[in-house]
């Protein structure tokens, strides 16, 4: 049970920008909540009282919300459904909080129904210029034994590596440092603001079509019905090497893909073991479609590309289909292959394309429906969602008592889904925060071990 001890609302330390602020096309087709995480300190200094530690982290959010002000503002709606954000400094919200529980209650922390408590709960029937961009609840272990950092970030104002950059900013700030100057956010988001006529979405754009059913079904309800459950997989580095090796030495389309192309990365074949395990699982037909839809980032894609430092959703969607029977019985490297095509579809046309697609809705929420309505949003049996965090530096989270012991999701998605992310211990393994339905997550993990 976590006891709420003070909640604080915390404005920006000097005076910044007011007004009305553009958000990109990008940014209207996330969802408009937010994507709860949690970090994990074990025990601060010796001694160290927590209110000082509440005070550093007031202070230092203060500071960082100068260098990021749009998170202290608020979202509102403008003609069309379109989102805006409203520059008025009304802060962000700082809670603190204490559990009678050890770290040890809380185990692994894979277990969501416990850890919910952790990150802070945000009340999505107000009006969305009453909701903040940004809430941090810091809950304090028994004995002072340590502390968690729950972050609800609303998902509009960017995309994770974005919010991830902004959470390592402030604990610099933290730790008493000061930002260098490439490391300030860039925040003018009209590089996204294209003018051009007629519209021309150019490509097929699978990522948005609508998701393939279970033969003989007409709809997804059943499945919807049907419980998920979280797990947390870790694949050593030893274990990595060895997906990696399996798929790079196949003979794939009649290639040597080892000898005439770059090998598969590390996400290309984890991504590929992944989708293999789960359409096994699942036990369909061989001539079941399914759809594995995945984020590509754009910033280094596009022409030009978006600086180092942007702040906002520099984000798109790609997926790449097969049939259950290929996925399942063709090597690794035939599936690796598959993700491989998909990502590099993504380039400056592709992206403007994509973009050409939403502009040509009259009203935004027709097109909210297409990328995160419920035929876009539900990644159940025969389909899967996949993000990968490997290149986010989560770990880089150092508030003045050490890097976190653990960083991960903090809700259970109501569809299958996996994020993958490298694990704190620094030794080359990877964490695979899994979801996926109850009936069958015994058999995922039992072909997910069986082959490395």
């Known amino acids: 049970m976590v006891t709420i001890i003070a909640s604080h609302t915390v404005i920006p330390e000097e005076p910044t920008p007011q007004g009305p602020f553009w958000l990109s096309d990008m ?8 994507v709860p995480t949690l970090y994990i300190y074990k025990t601060p200094k010796k001694n160290q009282e927590n209110k000082n530690i509440v005070e550093t982290f007031k202070n230092s959010l203060s500071k960082i919300l100068v260098h990021y002000y749009p998170i202290a503002g608020r979202l509102c709606y403008i003609e069309g459904g379109r989102l805006e954000l409203n520059l008025n400094a009304k802060g962000a919200i700082l809670v603190e909080a204490e559990t009678e529980k050890t770290m040890n209650d809380y185990g692994d922390f894979s277990h969501f129904d416990t850890i919910k408590e952790l990150v802070p709960m945000i009340d999505y029937n107000q009006p969305i210029e009453e909701i903040p961009n940004f809430v941090v609840q810091l809950t304090n272990f028994k004995n002072n034994e340590g502390f968690a ?3 609800a970030f609303l998902h509009p104002l960017s995309d994770g590596l974005g919010a991830i950059k902004f959470i390592n900013s402030w604990a610099k700030i933290a730790r008493g440092e000061t930002l260098e100057a ?3 956010p860039f925040l003018d988001r009209k590089l996204l603001k294209f003018s051009h006529t007629p519209l021309e979405p150019r490509f ?21 019905e049907k419980k998920t459950s979280a797990t947390l997989l870790k694949l050593s580095s030893e274990q990595v090497d060895k997906l990696k090796k399996k798929a790079n030495e196949e003979d794939v389309l009649g290639i040597q893909k080892k000898e005439y192309s770059r090998p598969y990365s590390k996400f290309e074949v984890i991504s590929a073991h992944i989708w293999r395990c789960a359409s096994k699982a699942r036990e369909l037909e061989d001539n079941q479609e399914s759809v594995i839809r995945f984020i590509a980032d754009v910033k280094n894609r596009m ?10 959703n520099a984000l798109t969607q790609t997926a790449t289909k097969g049939y259950i029977g290929e996925i ?6 035939y599936v690796a292959q598959k993700i491989r095509e998909a990502t590099e579809l993504i380039n400056d046309e592709y992206i403007r394309s994509q973009i050409d697609v939403v502009r040509s809705f009259e009203h935004l929420d027709d097109a909210r429906k297409m990328f995160i309505g419920e035929k876009a949003r539900y990644f159940g049996n025969p389909n899967f969602n996949l993000t990968s965090w490997l290149s986010m530096p989560v770990y880089e989270a150092d508030f003045g008592w050490g890097k976190p012991n653990y960083f991960g999701l903090a809700d259970v998605s109501p569809h299958d889904r996996a994020v993958i992310l490298l694990s704190p211990d620094d030794d080359g393994s990877v964490l695979v925060s899994f979801h996926f339905q109850i009936a069958h997550m015994e058999l995922f993990n039992k072909y997910f071990y069986e082959e490395i």
Do not use: M
Request: glycine share 8%.
């Open 182 to 184: 490439n490391e300030l």
């Open 204 to 224: 097929e754009h699978l990522e948005l079509k609508p998701l393939p059913l279970i033969l003989g079904r007409k709809d997804a309800s059943e499945e919807k």
């Open 328 to 333: 399942t019985s063709k090597p690794l490297g």
């Open 27 to 34: 940014d209207q087709v996330v969802r408009i909540r937010d």
């Open 149 to 151: 950092i729950g972050v």
């Open 303 to 312: 022409i030009p590309p978006l600086p180092k430092n942007y702040f906002g």
